[in-house]
């Protein structure tokens, strides 16, 4: 099936309210849908049947799924546009702003009184449309980060959610896995060389520290690389991969999402005193901002789990925008202010035709 065919029976299915997705895998012009038979709702607790699953931050063993079983399943080759990836000014709000240097204060304070390392905070914000389209909001999103996890996934439970995502929160395949640490953030300036202080340097080791330890009982082989730099679209990160072998009967899937989400890199370490301050305190849901989602195949021996990142949430002629960021003792508030901002531009640029 053509591309812009594919749009057209997914735009059908959203008309009806039945559930879809519609991916790419990073780096891949090969587009992926599934679009569910019906409108029930499916949740999943072992991944082990072949679908898509969508799960929220506070995850607790169930996610919402899409069975391939209960799915027809669509491929085709993205027919790319240029699009115009110029920043979206966004207009200044002084009340949202101190509110989100509340929140960072207390934040430092708790770190500061060595409750924790490391715990990431984040807001949302809501811009209005002015006449939403899913054919374009497709369009855009698929041409415009051709690196990153794409996707667009529909289901009466939750309204439309999309993103491009930079961040992997597992790759399996049979026993060997794929994970990174994404830590450690910078606006992209087309500068070489990039250069990396001590402040990201350290949040990224203790990322990478954190997540190799929570594998330990999983696997048998752990190998970490050095640290790279990563674009995602107008931001930098800085990123570590670390690849294994899972222990045999010891890991599957499931065993290996549970073990590593939520990462440091969006919740934080420890883990539940981050988790546990992130709830308490940031004063909204995030939902499935910062949850996992991905496809499953072969009953579990291969997915490509991602960590849903600079994402939205579309409702009502309303786009709700996630962002966030590592805070750690080094951190200043203006500077982490100005990184959510950046890391708006990603989905701000995807909406540019809808403002
Ligand atoms: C939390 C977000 O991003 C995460 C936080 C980062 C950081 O603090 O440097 C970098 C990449 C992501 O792991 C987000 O994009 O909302």
């Known amino acids: 099936m053509d591309f812009n065919l594919l749009i057209e029976k997914i735009s059908q299915h959203y008309i009806k309210k039945i559930p879809f997705v519609i991916f790419s895998l990073p780096e891949s012009e090969s587009v992926n849908a599934l679009l569910q038979k019906d409108n029930h709702t499916h949740r999943i607790t072992a991944f082990t049947d072949n679908g898509f699953v969508f799960a929220p931050f506070e995850y607790s063993e169930t996610a919402l799924y899409i069975p391939q079983s209960d799915a027809e399943s669509y491929q085709c080759q993205l027919i790319k546009e240029e699009i115009d990836l110029s920043p979206v000014v966004i207009l200044k709000d002084i009340k949202e ?6 929140l960072f204060e207390k934040t430092l304070d708790t770190i500061k009184k060595r409750k924790a390392n490391k715990i990431v905070i984040s807001r949302h914000k809501d811009f209005s449309l002015n006449n939403f389209s899913l054919e374009i909001l497709i369009k855009q999103l698929f041409s415009a980060y051709p690196k990153a996890f794409r996707y667009v996934w529909y289901h009466p439970e939750t309204g439309i959610w999309c993103g491009a995502t930079p961040e992997t929160l597992v790759q399996v395949e049979n026993d060997s896995f794929k994970t990174m640490a994404l830590a450690g953030t910078q606006p992209f300036t087309n500068k070489e060389p990039v250069l990396w202080g001590p402040k990201e340097l350290d949040e990224q080791q203790l990322v990478t520290d954190a ?17 790279h730099t990563h674009r995602a679209g107008s931001v930098l990160h800085l990123r570590t991969d670390i690849t294994g072998i899972l222990k045999n009967g010891k890991a599957t899937l499931t065993t290996v999402a549970a073990a590593l989400h939520p990462t440091p890199a969006i919740c934080g370490s420890p883990k539940k005193i981050a988790k546990d301050f992130i709830v308490d305190n940031e004063g909204y849901p995030r939902e499935f901002y910062t949850g996992f989602l991905g496809p499953i195949m072969e009953n579990g021996a ?37 990184e959510t901002q950046n890391k708006m531009q990603t989905m701000l640029q995807v909406l540019k035709p809808m403002l």
């Open 211 to 227: 997540i190799t330890t929570s594998l330990q009982k999983v696997t048998s082989v752990l190998k970490v690389s050095n640290p």
């Open 302 to 338: 291969a997915a490509s789990l991602m960590v849903n990142l600079r994402c939205m949430k579309i409702f009502d002629n309303t786009a709700r925008l996630f962002v966030g960021g590592g805070i750690t003792l080094a951190s200043q508030p203006q500077e982490e202010w100005q």
């Open 97 to 102: 702003k101190n509110k989100y240097i509340k």
